[in-house]
């Protein structure tokens, strides 16, 4: 690394470690490649492109009106969409964007719930999308599946403007043409919130939302594998319904929300969507799918229980619940103290909260990058389940003001933990075997 800033480059070189000899699960990451990280440092950042190809506010921008483009005409080819904007900084800009170019401030929206698996920006009452927009919250059933009949309901007694139908921790596949269903019967724009498994939708290893939604928003850097970024498409059925939609949302990412993009992630996305392109990309996506099943199959060989028992995805959710509420926190840790990355998780019927919640979300779109496949997610599931069980005996206290002494206590004694540490070297042995980012 020819970084100048010596206390820069030695913190960049220890989380550099820590991704090497430690097993990634959070759902939400992924190991870009190492022609991506490089575009992501070019000359590309130096330079500020307000506006669109071919409508810039700033001149010098020849070159980057085609690597803006390239990236669009890709993305348009792979998910089958009529207009994409690869602007948006983020996922969450993205979907807020969405919301203004369609909605009036007031206007009704339904999304599905956070604690039942939804995403903040689909109208969860912390998010500004769930204040400046009337949201109704739709749920899932006990085995984690979207209520259908709830959904149908919901929407025709209060006949939104918006229906999202997306999340960030749901396991099983997305009932795209059902949705379409219930938004066309109350005249509700349909937005497919795929950002979770684009990488699935591109190679077809997941059924894709464009016959279904009028708009499809995605963050490009979980199972497609890019940079960390998102686009915003039209598909054909949202022209048919609003002629205009392309220039509302156009119009609302610049100069509504944003300034000048960043051109390095845009040069990257279009990297992202060339590699996904490639033969090899879908053989390693329905291996993310294979590995996905085969870990929860082994969890529950081990003795813990998963929400669904299977997943349909590149996600797997653990119910923490068998060995009392509120346990994620000491999981995580736990976890994280033996170089396995998770997040705590709510769960569906959450009897904890959201910052105490009593399950586990973890997934194996990085795990599969590295090369790993059934064999090892067996090895994994035994792990995670000798870990869960060496610190089953951790107890939330009700009164919140005990909790941050528990929890720092807590965190001591896992330090400590034999069984923890003996993981932590197993784990270590591992990530040698399934070497990253050789050259760096």
């Not at 279904?212 to 995605?218: D, E, K, R």
């Amino acid at each position: 690394m020819n970084i100048q800033d010596k206390e820069i480059k030695k913190l960049i070189s220890k989380e550099l470690d820590r991704q090497k000899f430690g097993l990634e699960m959070i759902p939400s990451e992924n190991y870009v490649s190492e022609s991506i990280l490089e575009t992501m440092g070019t000359v590309l950042t130096n330079k500020y492109s307000e506006g669109y190809s071919g409508k810039r506010y700033y001149g010098g921008n020849e070159f980057i009106d085609e690597i803006e483009n390239l990236a669009i005409e890709r993305a348009k080819k792979i998910f089958e969409v009529e207009h994409v904007n690869v602007q948006p900084y983020s996922g969450s800009i993205a979907n807020f964007a969405v919301l203004c170019a369609i909605c009036k401030i007031g206007d009704t929206i339904m999304g599905q719930s956070l604690p039942d698996g939804g995403h903040l920006t689909h109208g969860w009452k912390a998010s500004m999308t769930g204040q400046f927009w009337n949201s109704i919250q739709y749920h899932v059933n006990n085995d984690g599946k979207i209520d259908l009949d709830e959904v149908k309901e919901l929407a025709e007694e209060n006949k939104p403007k918006l229906i999202w139908i997306g999340s960030t921790a749901y396991v099983y596949k997305f009932p795209f043409r059902e949705f379409s269903r219930i938004a066309d019967d109350v005249g509700a724009f349909l937005v497919a919130d795929i950002s979770h498994i684009s990488g699935l939708v591109a190679t077809g290893v997941h059924e894709s939302p464009s016959l279904y939604a009028h708009i499809v928003t995605s963050t490009t850097h979980k199972t497609l594998r890019g940079p960390r970024g998102a686009m915003i498409m039209v598909t054909k059925k949202g022209i048919k319904k609003d002629l205009e939609l392309p220039k509302k949302i156009d119009k609302t990412i610049f100069p509504g929300l944003q300034g000048g993009p960043h051109d390095n992630t845009t040069a990257a996305i279009a990297s992202a969507l060339h590699e996904s392109l490639q033969p090899e990309f879908k053989v390693y996506c329905e291996q993310i799918v294979q590995n996905s099943k085969a870990l929860v199959k082994s969890l529950i060989k081990n003795g813990i229980k998963c929400v669904g028992n299977t997943s349909e995805n590149h996600m797997i959710l653990i119910d923490l619940t068998p060995f009392g509420k509120g346990k994620g926190v000491f999981v995580q840790d736990a976890l994280d103290e033996a170089g396995i990355t998770v997040n705590k998780n709510t769960i569906p019927n959450e009897s904890s909260s959201a910052f105490y919640p009593s399950g586990i979300r973890l997934g194996t779109s990085t795990l599969t990058t590295r090369g790993m496949k059934e064999n090892e997610m067996e090895y994994i599931a035994k792990w995670i389940s000798e870990i869960i069980k060496s610190v089953s005996h951790y107890e939330l206290p009700n009164n919140k003001e005990e909790r941050k002494e528990v929890i720092g206590n807590s965190r001591k004694e896992i330090k400590n933990n034999q069984v923890i540490k003996n993981i932590r070297n197993d784990v270590f042995e591992l990530c040698k075997e399934f070497s990253l980012y050789e050259n760096l």
